[in-house]
């Protein structure tokens, strides 16, 4: 679903973000992405939706080159990919209602199927309370919920999520995390950035670690730190690739 | 893009306008303040210039019966002069009028008390239909029988228009350097209010957003803030002009109350509204291009 082939990103200022990159997520798998702060992470999660160009290699999104489409395509393809942005990036002249019927109205949900639609989103974050707030009138944590509420409100196929509980208590986290698996439950590729070790260790799913922009491990049910056990290097031992 | 887009488009730049309440009314009054001065500029230079046109068309030919010729004369040369094809306008001065405004006007500086009676010679005014066959209408005019003495007043008019014309070019390369300013300084004003938006429209970009889908409602929120300012400077403008217009029909010698502009307000507003939609219209699409791109 996702793959990249030796993709390098070096930033205009010349910080090397990415070196030399090769992953490859398939349908429906659900993947952390680990690493100190300044690794890499959200660098990488920017590549797929086409945020970011790699200097080097190349990024396929469901068999499609995303540094090869054309300018007018690069929403179509953003469409496919719900988001969480590290900074939540709301529209701040919106509700939180808005905010979500925005994504929908942009691919001409009717209005009766958006009502549905965006409750349902917010009730699936705790959110529908505040259907009514602007962002600034939330906390850091209701940003972020009501950012995950429209990452996932169109039903996308890919789901990306850059530090979705780094504003959250240890409890809302968990929950977090577990409306992220059920959606992966549903089939949705899930691919998820996260500093937080308790719901890496917890959840026992693949890792991917990135330190100073190389992959320096992956592990298909992994911790958040490295641990060599003798079990998890003959698990990783008959992957593809 | 289906109807449903179209109407929420449309809501949208409303809601737009509502919620940069603030943006919005600065936009407006830079819109409204910068229009309002070039539209009053541009009244001021349309009014002058018919005002000169019209006292330069006002005496062409000055027409002079014999010293004490009688009224019955002058009306009958006033009806020969009318049967000219040129004459466009012929009147007939009243002696009683013109000796009683000229004693006023005389009599602090100059002893008339020798003088009874009037002395006045019968006199008639004529408009020319063309201003440049106006030395071939005296020429007629010097024919007819019982005209005493008839002033063309070609050479002065033609100096006086020359200069009349070089102040009419003067005053419309003003207007177009005023008109180019206020393009400018509405652009401005635009590019500035889309730059505070500029996360806003990156961050409907990566949600999926088309171009045009961003585009839209900004550019309609150009056109209702340029028409909203354009048309409060047309307000400005009636409400001055009237005014103005006013205390010169009060208080200004008669001869110089005629100074309408020869345009109608109303349609001066209509058309400064259009302007001003265009002008928003055109500046946020050019602006937003900037900002859309990735
Ligand atoms: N726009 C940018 N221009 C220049 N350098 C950048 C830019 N964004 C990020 N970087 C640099 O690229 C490197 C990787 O940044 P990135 O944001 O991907 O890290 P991260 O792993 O997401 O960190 P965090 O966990 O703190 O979010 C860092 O050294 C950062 O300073
Ligand atoms: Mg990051």
Redesign the pocket.
Known sequence: MIEFCSAS?V????????SDVNLRVGRGEFVF?V????????????LIYRE?FPSQGKVFVAGQDVTAIPRNAVPYLRRRIGVVF?DFKLLPQKTVWENLAFVLRVISVPRREIRKRISEALDLVGMIHRCDSFPAELSGGEQQRASIARALVNNPPILIA??PTGNLDPDTSWGIIQILSRINARGTTVFV?T?DNQVVDRLMRRVVA?DN?LIIRDQDRGMYHHVPEPESLCNSEPQEC | MNLRNVEYLIQEAFIGIWRNGIMAVASISIVALSMAIFGAFLLLVLGSHNFVERQLARFEIAVYLPVGESRQKAIEVRDQIRALPLARKVTLMSREKEWASFKRRMNTEIDLGGVTGNPLPYALHIESKDSRKTSRLADQIRHINGVAHVTDSRETYGRVKAVADLVKILGFAAALVLCFTTIFIISNAIRLTLFARRHEIQIMQLVGATNWFIRIPLVLEGIILGAMGALIAGGLISLGSGYIVNVVQERFPPLLRDISSGVDSRQFSMSLAMAGAFIGALGSFVSIRRFLRT
């Open positions: 990103l930033y205009p200022n010349g910080v090397k973000a990415l992405l690493g100190p702060s300044g690794s890499g992470k959200s660098s990488l999660l920017k970011l590290q850059d530090e950035a500093h990135l922009g």
